[in-house]
Structure formats: structure tokens, C-alpha cells
């Protein structure tokens, strides 16, 4: 499911012409998805989508641990 939120937010950028998003870490507040499994479904699902389409995407953490988490995953992209 947290899968196909980001899909559905990046297939309605792109639709609607918009060249960059910004995503939060997605449930992983009071809904308390794990988050190391949350960001590794944010980076593959946009790291995939961004193989077809030209969008910017920008991760937006608050905390050091899912900062260094993101990091991880994406290295500086």
C-alpha cells in the first residue's frame, strides 16, 4: 500500500506537469511503520519511477536517524 501512495503522487505530478515533489517519511509517525522498511519502499518505488520519467523528487526527513537512513539509500542523488 505505501507502495502505491507514492506511485499515485508521482503519477499525478507527472499528469499534471509538474517537475518535482516533495515526500515526508510516509507512516512512520503515529501510524509506526518500521522506518528503515518504509524508506527502503520510498527509495526503490521513485528510484524505479525516475528510470521513465523526469521528475525531481526530494525527501523531507525531521529526524537524524531517517536522514541517515535516506542517505544510505540514496547516497547524494
Do not use: W
Request: with cysteine; aromatic share 12%.
Amino acid at each position: 500500500m505505501l507502495e502505491s501512495s507514492y506511485k499515485s503522487c508521482l503519477d499525478l505530478a507527472v499528469q499534471n506537469g509538474i517537475s518535482s515533489i516533495a515526500f515526508c517519511c510516509i507512516s512512520t509517525g503515529v501510524f509506526g511503520f518500521p522506518q528503515k522498511e518504509a524508506a527502503e519502499i520510498a527509495a526503490r518505488t521513485v528510484l524505479e519511477y525516475r528510470q521513465k520519467h523526469d521528475i525531481q523528487v526530494i525527501f523531507n526527513v525531521f529526524k537524524e536517524d531517517d536522514y541517515e537512513i535516506y542517505k544510505g539509500l540514496l547516497g547524494r542523488n
